[in-house]
């Protein structure tokens, strides 16, 4: 999956009250489904005394992944809109939480859906949308002899990195998918093939 997809800047939040209920909107980046759900559970601890935890996420995947739940609210009432609010703004790697404080006035299946759109939209919009390209990490480890000219192309190709000096030197490097070959490549040219490198995996 090496196209640009629209995702969230940061966090985001939303804060509003429909008829004595109380509507709290959480949204976040995520880089796959264990972040997702780790987020999602975040977020269930920190709000322990809600009445509902409505969740949602959408991640790059293949195929993409999607998963809402109503939460004990009424069926299709709550984590279908939340859900359609990420499908309709095109955004992956997402999740999102609704919480929701009952205020004794019931709100019906229609009332809940808007009001749980309500919460991801502001919630989204509080966060902002950014186009992001997949990125793939790997590490290369070479001599100290070597590291010099490691971190040199590193840094002329304008990608991030850490560097670890121990017995070896260490580069932990991130970069645009389309990009990783050809720097793989010059890595391994400009060391003669001394250059180790390991544990492609995308983000």
Request: glycine content about 8%.
């Amino acid at each position: 999956m090496t196209d640009t997809y629209r995702t969230l800047a940061g966090r985001g939040e939303a804060d509003f009250t429909v008829q004595g209920s109380e509507f709290l909107g959480h949204a976040a980046p995520v880089t796959d489904v264990a972040a997702a759900e780790a987020f999602v559970d975040e977020v269930r601890d920190a709000y322990t005394d809600a009445t509902h935890n409505v969740p949602a996420y959408r991640v790059r995947a293949d195929p993409l992944r999607e998963w809402s739940s109503d939460a004990d609210e009424p069926s299709g009432s709550a984590g279908k809109p939340a859900l359609n609010v990420l499908q309709g703004e095109e955004l992956q790697n997402v999740a999102v939480v609704v919480t929701r404080y009952y205020g004794g006035t019931k709100l019906g299946v229609g009332g809940l859906a808007r009001a749980y759109s309500k919460a991801v939209k502001l919630a989204v919009e509080d966060a902002g949308i950014v186009t992001e390209r997949p990125h793939e990490r790997f590490t290369v480890v070479v001599e100290y002899d070597d590291s010099g000219t490691v971190r040199g192309l590193l840094e002329s190709a304008g990608v991030a990195f850490e560097a670890t000096y121990e017995a070896e030197v260490t580069f932990d490097v991130r970069v645009p998918v389309a990009e990783a070959p050809a720097l793989r490549d010059r890595i391994r040219s400009a060391t003669s093939g001394r250059a180790r490198i390991d544990g492609e995996f995308d983000d």
